[in-house]
């Protein structure tokens, strides 16, 4: 019940176009949704988070998508640039964001 | 800007010693976590450090496994005797409350190699 769910594993996107991941969890105590982006050879850094009470947020060229009664929540990478390339990782918490339970992971390559 | 700081960036130890991973979180936060990373896997959490006592821990952070805040700054983890499977990249994280919505710190990692 603690899991959270990502897809897909790799995605190959052209410059400029939109790149969409996905994850799904099954705790419904969960109240806290970020994602972060990783470069190889460093730590996880905060990109973007929501709380269940809104249905989007958007933060520049990215927005999470959030559907509570589906338990599903999605990043969205509008105009995709090759510095994109990264590995994102969803996450989800409870108790105002204490423990972190992260998804497997997306690699992303945006292609010139 | 503040940053979470680990030491060292890579550690190789033999099966069976003792390792302590080291971090330096940013100096006016107040809880801090230890995560892990297997190659290609996803990041798991260990364990969760606040008022100098453990307030959560993962099912992975057995009696092999030990947190520490020595003194005012640095923030360890010890592997008592380490397995090959314990190879991996080690995170530590920071945060300055656990208000709503609170950004987690992540240092740059340590990777673990066990031979």
């Known amino acids: 019940q603690q899991q959270v769910k990502q897809s897909p594993q790799s995605l190959i996107v052209q410059k400029g176009g939109i790149s969409i991941i996905n994850c799904a969890y099954e705790?419904?105590?969960?109240?806290?949704f970020p994602w972060y982006q990783q470069f190889p050879g460093k730590g996880p850094a905060l990109l973007i988070a929501?709380?269940?009470?809104?249905s989007e947020k958007k933060e520049g060229r990215f927005t999470i998508s959030f559907n509570k009664s589906a338990k599903q929540f999605s990043l969205h990478i509008m105009d995709s640039q090759p510095g994109d390339s990264a590995t994102y990782f969803c996450?989800?918490?409870?108790?105002?964001?204490?423990?972190?339970?992260f998804g497997g992971g997306t690699r992303l390559m945006v292609k010139p | 800007e503040p940053e979470v700081t680990q030491t060292p960036s890579h550690q190789v130890t033999q099966m069976g010693q003792e390792v302590i991973l080291r971090c330096v979180p940013i100096?006016?936060?107040?809880?801090f976590y230890w995560y892990r990373q297997i190659l290609g896997q996803k990041v798991e959490f260990l364990v969760s450090?606040?008022?100098?006592?453990?307030?959560?821990k993962s099912e992975i952070f057995d009696d092999q496994f030990s947190v520490e805040r020595p003194d005012g700054s640095n923030f360890t983890l010890k592997i008592r005797s380490t397995k090959l499977e314990d190879s991996a990249m080690y995170f530590c994280?920071?945060?300055?409350?656990?208000?709503?919505?609170?950004?987690?710190?992540f240092g740059q990692g340590t990777r673990l190699t066990v031979v």
């Open positions: 994280a920071s945060r300055p409350n656990q208000g709503a919505s609170t950004e987690a710190f």
């Open positions: 705790n419904t105590a969960f109240d806290y």
């Open positions: 929501i709380r269940p009470d809104v």
């Open positions: 996450a989800a918490s409870s108790n105002a964001g204490n423990m972190l339970t």
């Open positions: 100096s006016n936060h107040l809880y």
């Open positions: 450090f606040y008022n100098n006592e453990i307030s959560e």
